[in-house]
């Protein structure tokens, strides 16, 4: 069993910085990919970002390429989300996930998800 925690989440002013991280439970941490997704108000689930299990290639979705970095430390067992130049478009609820494969883009090839961290952007 594997245990996702994501912690960071707050209000923030349109142009500003935030930077989520997530606790992963378990000795399994290094053989997942780990990825963030966001889910906005009304909308689906949507990825964000996803880093492979070594943590030497990362894939971010088009609306955040250039804003956003994701990296993990497998000493610590945590994955983080940085996100700059933050808009409010980037309002949402922010998702800790685990996936098997790097290839993973979708919600259905994810393992194990976090509970979630809002992230609120005003303009």
């Known amino acids: 069993q594997v245990q996702l925690v994501e912690t960071g989440g707050a209000s923030v002013q349109a142009g500003g910085t935030l930077r989520l991280s997530c606790a992963v439970s378990?000795?399994?941490?290094?053989?997942?990919?780990m990825g963030w997704f966001r889910q906005a108000p009304g909308k689906e689930r949507e990825f964000v970002a996803i880093i492979n299990q070594s943590g030497s290639v990362a894939a971010h979705a088009d609306s955040v390429k250039g804003r956003f970095t994701i990296s993990r430390d497998n000493a610590k067992n945590t994955v983080d989300l940085s996100m700059n130049n933050l808009k409010p478009e980037d309002t949402a609820v922010y998702y800790c996930a685990a996936a098997p494969r790097f290839t993973v883009r979708t919600i259905e090839g994810i393992d194990y998800w976090g509970k979630g961290t809002l992230v609120t952007v005003s303009s």
């Open positions: 378990g000795r399994t941490f290094s053989s997942y990919a």
